[in-house]
T-cell receptor
């Protein structure tokens, strides 16, 4: 599995955009980049995933660098409910499981 | 996506005893997994629960300590055997459905061993 580097923690003000970076320089060409988040006292939940192109869904946007060695999860307007640990997870098509790194603890300030 | 019910949600157990955690999915899923999350840490995969056959364990986890069953496509159990205080953790069940790209997780079982 590709190793990932994420900031240990980040802060954001409520209703402002948040950019959560992830470095995955050892990613292989066929690995999808998945993002999950874990709210307090909950199991992780799926946020978004992509391969090469930028992706949008109702929760977030995913911007993938052209060389695929990094990606950024974008929350367009942070809410207090978005306070969570965010995990960036490269996953190959042949892998059955998710391998979690240390993630980024996002704090949203009112 | 699939919804997972995991029980118990928490328990306090005496050392030397065993606890069985149940994971029920509301639809048939292709794969089920068990993770451990120690306080303040990330998730570590314990094993993949295989339907109708022995689970596949990750390095550092053994069947005698963490026996797993998966009798059908919607249910699995994890037993934490002969518990010690070092087993105090959150244990989470996860599932991947057919044709789905997203993994679903239960809310976890918070285990305290005294």
């Amino acid at each position: 599995d590709a190793k990932t580097t994420q900031p240990n923690s980040m802060e954001s003000n409520e209703e402002e955009p948040v950019h959560l970076p992830c470095n995955h320089s050892t990613i292989s060409g066929t690995d999808y980049i998945h993002w999950y988040r874990q709210l307090p006292s909950q199991g992780p939940e799926y946020v978004i995933h992509g391969l090469t192109s930028n992706v949008n869904n109702r929760m977030a946007s995913l911007a993938i660098a052209e060389d695929r060695k990094s990606s950024t999860l974008i929350l367009h307007r942070a809410t207090l409910r978005d306070a969570a640990v965010y995990y960036c997870i490269p996953r190959s098509g042949s892998a059955r499981q998710l391998t979690f790194g240390s993630g980024t603890q996002l704090t949203v300030l009112p | 996506s699939a919804v997972i019910s995991q029980k118990p949600s928490r328990d306090i157990c005496q050392r030397g005893t065993s606890l069985t955690i149940q994971c029920q999915v509301d639809s048939q899923v292709t794969m089920m997994f068990w993770y451990r999350q120690q306080p303040g840490q990330s998730l570590t995969l314990i094993a993949t629960a295989n339907q109708g056959s022995e689970a596949t364990y990750e390095s550092g986890f053994v069947i005698d300590k963490f026996p797993i069953s998966r009798p059908n496509l919607t249910f699995s159990t994890l037993t934490v055997s002969n518990m010690s205080p070092e087993d105090s953790s959150i244990y989470l069940c996860s599932a991947l459905g057919r044709g789905k790209y997203g993994y679903t997780f239960g809310s976890g079982t918070r285990l305290t061993v005294v």
